[in-house]
């Protein structure tokens, strides 16, 4: 008689012990991304802490120095030699620099501790740029590059922050300056946008197409175009972030690494408080164009979250 072969049954697993995660699933292989994120905004924290510290420390000599070079350069203390007055006009450069500079340590810190505050109002979008363009006109003079201003048909007046508005610019003004060698050209240029965004119900619901919506301008866009070096594609984003300074290689010129990289990080909080975008195009050795998107009229959630 033959014996019927049943198959084996599996062994049963000790009561209490955990399945072990497949090869490539589960959370064994889930990249930490947390506790990078983490790490990076606790770095991001400290260093604004000592910045905005060293930074209020600097404030009062550094307008000593720049009051005693302008005492110097008005003769008050006597006649110069044009050499002397060559001298005092580079110090007095570098002090506006490093008010700058200093400047952009205290209001980073105050954005990361209080959020940014704006101080909106409906008012002219190009008059705002066009006194910005006679501010910077004198330095980019000065280096041998020309800034033009395409200024379009009036624009209506909607509401925005002048003032944080002339932040943003002229922080993308001076790093177009910065990197533009002698002889190149830089445009300030600003007109009516149509930009298609979702609100945020509108990504909440699934499946929700876009609208086809008539293409009337509900924004205003600002660029600045440079003929510099251009930035690699893999940095248009990692620039806007804290403390990111391009090493000299990464943009082709030896202008790379000065200030502190904050710049752009406010630029971008003070765009987004408005409700607003800014990016980049560019490429190595083809120039940068700065854009931003500023919205004619701002939703009120765009003030506490900006769009993705």
């Known amino acids: 008689m ?7 049954a599996p062994p049963r697993r000790p009561a209490g012990r955990a399945r072990p995660p497949r ?46 070079a302008a005492l110097l350069t008005n003769g008050q203390c006597g006649p110069l030699t044009p050499r002397q007055r060559e001298v005092l006009g580079e110090m007095e450069s570098s002090c506006s620099r490093l008010q700058r500079t200093v400047d952009d340590c205290l209001s980073f810190g105050l954005m990361e501790a209080e959020g940014v505050r704006l101080k909106a109002d409906r008012g002219d979008i190009g008059a705002c740029l066009e006194e910005l363009h006679g501010i910077w006109s004198d330095s980019f003079r000065r280096k041998g590059v020309a800034l033009y201003l395409l200024a379009p048909p009036p624009l209506p007046a909607f509401v925005f922050d002048y003032h944080k508005i002339q932040r943003v610019v002229s922080n993308l003004l001076e790093n177009a300056l910065k990197f533009t060698p002698t002889g190149g050209t830089v445009w300030l240029s600003w007109e009516a946008h149509f930009w298609e965004r979702r609100t945020r119900w509108e990504r909440a619901m ?13 924004a205003c866009r600002i660029c600045v175009c440079d003929t510099g070096p251009g930035i690699a594609p893999e940095f248009h984003q990692e620039i806007f972030d804290p403390f990111v ?19 752009l990080a406010i630029a971008r ?18 120039g940068s164009k700065f854009c931003l998107v500023l ?10 979250a900006a769009p993705r």
């Open 269 to 286: 909080q003070m765009v987004q408080s408005h409700g607003g975008k800014i990016w980049v195009e560019s490429e190595l050795a083809a």
């Open 206 to 218: 699934p499946g929700n197409r876009r609208r086809q919506s008539s293409p009337a301008p509900n």
């Open 2 to 8: 033959a014996n019927s072969a049943e198959p084996l």
């Open 245 to 263: 300074r391009l090493a000299p290689e990464e943009v082709q010129t030896g202008g790379g690494r000065s200030g502190v990289g904050l710049g």
């Open 295 to 304: 919205p004619l009229a701002t939703p009120p959630e765009t003030a506490r």
């Open 23 to 68: 090869r490539g699933r589960g959370p064994a292989s889930v990249p930490a991304e947390r506790p990078r994120t983490a790490e990076r905004g606790e770095e991001v924290r400290r260093r604004t802490l000592a910045l905005a510290a060293a930074a209020h420390d600097m404030k009062t000599p550094l307008a000593t120095m720049a009051g005693y």
